[in-house]
């Protein structure tokens, strides 16, 4: 302790190994949202995140899809009590994972992905809607493959405290791997969304019932024991 004199003693007991690595484990099924960049007819990033719902069913996941259809764009009149945003926020707020799954424009994710994830606040109230929730990227292309769209939603997952998982998939030239009826023929690229899908369902199950430990930050305990110490400070002055 004498070598780290900066730290608070009180707001820094050390890990604890109960609440870590046995808590009370849910036994409901995953909750996992999945979102979707594309509103074509066709939309193949829509496509490829219905192939990932049927393989989360199979896990035993409670699947829910986001149709952003009608999503207005952020800051343009309206705010969060607008339907659709509404309806947005209430399912982040429910699920304990998340899929997104973008086509990649311009060397990057869709526009409408990021409208979706930019009305997503990084805090409602005292409430982190994302925070320590777990993500699984996927993106299609209509050329050659890419890694683009995955790595900018990675940046986003991180920034917004997601756990984003090690397995991603990348589907390049997604014209030639759905057949008419919509649904993905089988392929190494099919295998990976179905690795991807298993992983994520994995980390969920590990990390739901302790993501509320695994995201307690020294920092913002002794932030929060300061910002008290000065509300009782103040009441006992006036």
């Known amino acids: 302790m004498s ?15 109960d609440r870590l690595l046995a808590p009370a484990m849910s036994s409901h099924p995953p909750r996992i949202l999945i979102l979707y960049g594309s509103l074509r007819t066709r939309s193949f990033s829509r496509l490829s995140a219905e192939e990932a719902g049927r393989i989360l069913t199979r896990l035993g996941a409670e699947v829910r899809f986001f149709n952003p ?5 952020v800051d343009d009149g309206v705010d969060a009590s607008h339907p659709k945003v509404a309806e947005l926020r209430q399912m982040v707020t429910w699920c304990e994972g998340m899929v997104w799954s973008s086509p990649e424009r311009h060397g ?8 979706q994830i930019d009305w997503i606040p990084l805090s409602d109230g ?30 986003l997952g991180r920034w917004m405290r997601l756990l984003t998982i090690p397995n991603q998939s990348s589907v390049p030239k997604a014209f030639q791997e759905f ?9 190494p690229l099919y295998d990976r ?46």
């Open 3 to 17: 070598e780290t004199p900066a730290i608070t003693d009180d707001l820094f007991p050390g890990i604890d190994r």
């Open 69 to 73: 259809s009608g999503l207005p764009l």
């Open 108 to 115: 990057a994710m869709s526009g409408l992905m990021k409208t």
């Open 126 to 155: 005292a409430v982190r809607p994302t925070q320590a929730k777990t993500l699984a990227v996927m993106q299609v292309s209509g050329g050659s493959q890419s890694f683009n769209a995955v790595n900018q939603m990675r940046i």
């Open 179 to 187: 057949d008419e009826a919509g649904r993905m023929r089988p392929s």
């Open 193 to 238: 969304i179905v690795d991807v899908m298993e992983e994520l369902i994995k980390f969920t199950l590990l990390t739901r019932d302790r993501k509320d430990y695994l995201v307690d930050r020294y920092s913002e305990r002794k932030e929060s024991a300061e910002a008290l110490m000065q509300r009782v400070n103040l009441s006992s002055a006036t």
